[in-house]
């Protein structure tokens, strides 16, 4: 098994459990891609998947900041 520190996943989503639930959806995308082509990864799937949340691979979205910066391009159209 592979260590992962919890300061490196932290530091790209602070909330430990919501960086837990990237990873693993990243995860599930990852599984599915290899078995849609028939291809076998390297190594721990669930590994590879923190591997590129860490390395910022991964594109996630906290639904409180997408709804303020909503919320900030909407009060700058309405300045304009």
């Known amino acids: 098994m592979t260590y992962i520190p919890r300061q490196k996943v932290t530091a790209i989503i602070p909330n430990k459990f919501a960086a837990i639930k990237v990873a693993a959806m990243e995860a599930r995308r990852l599984n599915e891609r290899a078995r849609m082509f028939n291809v076998a990864l390297p190594g721990k799937i669930t590994t590879l998947a923190v591997q590129r949340l860490m390395d910022g ?23 304009v």
């Open 57 to 79: 691979k991964v594109e996630h979205f906290d639904t409180k900041e997408r709804a303020r910066l909503a919320r900030l391009e909407k009060e700058t159209e309405v300045e």
